[in-house]
Nanobody, 123 residues
């Protein structure tokens, strides 16, 4: 069972940056992909970014492309989401997720989820 713990959320003003972290319990992530999803109040959970652990290939939602960067630290089994130029529309609970195999934008394809970290961007 993979356990994921997110951190780094907070309250910031529009234009600011935040860096989210996701620490994983799994020590053999070579066959996994990691994703970040978010859920705004009253909306469905949506894809933000994903990274394939083995080769570092990345994927982004159009709404965050150019502003957010997903990365991984192999030695620490940790995934990061660097969020720059934050907008009020980025407000929500951000969830880290993991799946066996390649990256995917599909929420239903992910097997493991963290508890979420809240990001609030004020205008």
């Amino acid at each position: 069972q993979v356990q994921l713990v997110e951190s780094g959320g907070g309250l910031v003003q529009a234009g600011a940056s935040l860096r989210l972290s996701c620490a994983a319990s799994e020590r053999t992530f070579s066959s996994y992909a990691m994703g970040w999803f978010r859920q705004a109040p009253g909306k469905e959970r949506e894809f933000v970014a994903a990274i394939t652990w083995s080769d570092g290939s990345t994927y982004y939602a159009d709404s965050v492309k150019g502003r957010f960067t997903i990365s991984r630290d192999i030695a620490k089994d940790t995934v990061f989401l660097q969020m720059n130029s934050l907008e009020p529309e980025d407000t929500g609970v951000y969830y880290c997720s993991a799946k066996v195999g390649g990256s995917s934008r599909a929420l239903s394809s992910y097997d493991f989820w963290g508890q979420g970290t809240r990001v609030t961007v004020s205008s």
